[in-house]
Structure formats: C-alpha cells, structure tokens
C-alpha cells in the first residue's frame, strides 16, 4: 500500500522558512521514473503546482516561486523536504505532496500523474 | 489564473450525465497526456482517470476522460449525491517544464 505523510508547523511567521516534510511508504525514490511533487491550495481556491524531484534527482519548480523554493529527498529515510523562504499571508495553504509519474508514450508524450496524495497539512502564514 | 482552463461549476440531477472540459494548448494537453482528480468537500484530491482515459482500479465506470486536440473532457454517467466534489484536470507544460492544473469544477448533484 502507497502512503505519503505531509508534516510540518501549522503557523509560521511572515518573513519566516517553511520546511515541510513528506514520509513515504511502498515504493522507493530510487526506481526510475519515479518522482514526488509539492501542490498547495489555499482556502477556498484551485490547486497550484509547486516542485517536483525525480528518482535521478532531477528537480523542478514552479516558475512564479523559483527563487522561493527548495527541493530535496532522503530515498533512504523515504522522505522528502520542501522548503519556502520569506513566507506571506498569502501563502496560507494545504500543502500536499503526491507521488508522481514520469514517463513517455512510444509517440513521444509525456505521461504524469499524480497519485496517491498525502491527506495535506495546513500551514497559515501570520503574525 | 491557471495554465488550463475549467468552467466553475456545473450541475445536473441525480442519474444525469455531465461533461466537464479542460481547455489548454499545444505546450501540454496539445502533445501530453491529461489526467483528472476528484476532490471532494474537506478532502485530499484522489486520481479519478490518467493517461486521458484510463481509471485506475476501484474507479467505476461511470467516469471517463478523452482528449482530442487541445481539450480534455471528464465525463460522469449516472449521477449520485457522492459525486458531489471539486474536479481538476492536470498534464505537464513543456514550455513552462512544469505540472499544471486547472481551476477546478465545482460539481452540484441537484
């Protein structure tokens, strides 16, 4: 059975580093094609991609937050930790982390999908 | 705003049929594949269909997807109370070299 597990504080500061933590269970950050992404989505609005870290360590990250974001795995401790600088009020969000797909049909298109996801935690930014 | 483009709502009574779109363009659904997640109301979202139209397994067959061109389309059949959720479609965007998703549907089982 696939688990993840977001983990992290509930309030941070504005200005302050969030570093959100995902545990994982049934199935390894080392077998190709494997990846875990960050989504988050604040009260009452869409989902929004944030970054992705593959098996081979390759990252991803949304083009708004870039500078903001930092992606990073431990396979052996199966965990992986997003962190997000100088946090805002209007970060306040579910953060969730999913495991994630990555491969390629024989035509060329790029298959992704993301599943499961963890049950999301909620982080507000205030002071 | 999102990349990809969903109608807000839709609703429809129970045993009806609905369709939701998903409109992108040729840097994601155009040459990817789409993927849809129900979310329903306090919940974690959940893969309802992958690879434009696969479900994976314990998905009933009331729910299907398809793509053609640029767009996507959720389809649910038979209508139930439980159905009642947030839809979103998702795919990757090669020109952004980022997941993306759409705004969400809010789903209404009169």
Known sequence: QVTLRESGPALVKPTETLTLTCT??????????????????PPGKALEWLARIDWDDDKYYSPSLRTRLSIS??????????????????????????????????????????????????????? | QSVLTQPPSVSAAPGQRISISCSGSTSNIGNNFVSWYQQPPGAAPKLLIYDNNKRPSGIPDRFSGSKS????????TGLQTGDEADYYCGTWDNSLNIGVFGGGTKLTVL
Do not use: E
């Open chain 1, 24 to 41: 994982f269970s049934g199935f390894s950050l080392i077998t190709s094609g494997v990846c875990v992404s960050w989504i988050r989505q």
């Open chain 1, 73 to 127: 795995k431990d396979p052996y401790r199966n965990q992986v930790v997003l962190r997000m600088t100088n946090m805002n009020p209007v970060d306040t969000a579910t953060y969730y982390c999913a495991r994630t797909t990555d491969s390629y049909d024989s035509g060329g298109s790029y298959r992704s999908w993301f599943d499961p996801w963890g049950q999301g935690t909620l982080v507000t930014v205030s002071s």
């Open chain 2, 69 to 76: 061109g640029t767009s996507a389309t959720l389809g649910i």
